[in-house]
């Protein structure tokens, strides 16, 4: 079990927290086309959690690694990027919305997946294994995903209408690779 506690393995311990967040990913993703919208954000939340402890471990065991690094990203990407984005196309888009304004969706629905990947690989070509900022520059993946969750809800709830999901989700997906300071937890 030394493998769990050695910085270059593939399978150390923050590394196998990252990829029960990619499980956790990709079952929300098969809950959301059952349209179980339900099970699939306890599903990211779950994730994001895992996401959480994956960082904090791998900086107090000293296991961070260049592998860890674009393993993270990947998570990241699968959970706070591809997730609620395809939940909100399911969930709300495609239920509520149709003709050119489902066009307008899809449109500003790849801007966002293509906003998070550009920030995720924009951090990983700046960041070195276990280097902590006090700031990020831009919102951060999770963020930007805790934000989807909260205008899915919104809408669940009657607050706000399709229409100011799409343009909810085009300024958040800005806000990920803008200049805004946001602190490091």
Same mark, same amino acid.
């Given at each position: 079990?030394?493998?769990? &506690?050695?910085?270059? *393995?593939?399978?150390?311990? /923050?590394?196998?927290?990252?990829?029960?967040?990619?499980?956790? $990913?990709?079952?929300?993703?098969?809950? #959301?086309?059952?349209?179980?919208?339900?099970?699939?954000?306890?599903?990211? &939340?779950? $994730?994001?959690?895992?996401? #959480?402890?994956?960082?904090?471990?791998?900086?107090?065991?000293?296991?961070?690694?260049?592998?860890?690094?674009?393993?993270?990203?990947?998570?990241?990407?699968?959970?706070?990027?591809?997730?609620?984005?395809?939940? #909100?196309?399911?969930?709300?888009?495609?239920?509520? %919305?149709?003709?050119?304004?489902?066009?307008?969706? *899809?449109?500003?629905?790849?801007?966002?997946?293509?906003?998070?990947?550009?920030? %995720?690989?924009?951090?990983?070509?700046?960041?070195?294994?276990?280097?902590?900022?006090?700031?990020?520059?831009?919102?951060?993946?999770?963020?930007? /995903?805790?934000? +989807?969750? %909260?205008?899915?809800?919104?809408?669940?709830?009657?607050? +706000?209408?399709?229409?100011?999901?799409?343009?909810?989700?085009?300024? #958040?997906?800005?806000? +990920?690779?803008?200049?805004?300071?946001?602190?490091?937890?």
């Amino acid at each position: 079990m030394k493998f769990l &506690w050695n910085p270059s *393995s593939h399978f150390n311990l /923050a590394n196998l927290f990252t990829f029960v967040n990619i499980t956790a $990913g990709l079952t929300a993703t098969y809950f #959301i086309t059952q349209n179980n919208f339900f099970v699939a954000v306890i599903l990211a &939340w779950i $994730g994001g959690a895992f996401d #959480i402890f994956d960082g904090k471990i791998a900086r107090k065991y000293k296991l961070s690694n260049e592998f860890g690094v674009q393993l993270d990203s990947f998570a990241d990407f699968l959970s706070f990027v591809l997730v609620p984005v395809f939940l #909100i196309f399911q969930a709300v888009y495609s239920t509520s %919305l149709s003709g050119m304004w489902i066009i307008l969706a *899809s449109i500003v629905s790849i801007y966002y997946v293509i906003s998070g990947l550009r920030r %995720l690989i924009h951090f990983n070509l700046h960041t070195d294994a276990g280097e902590v900022s006090k700031f990020f520059t831009g919102v951060p993946t999770p963020l930007g /995903a805790i934000c +989807l969750w %909260l205008v899915y809800l919104s809408h669940t709830y009657n607050i +706000l209408p399709a229409l100011a999901v799409v343009a909810l989700m085009a300024a #958040i997906g800005w806000s +990920l690779n803008s200049n805004l300071k946001v602190p490091h937890p």
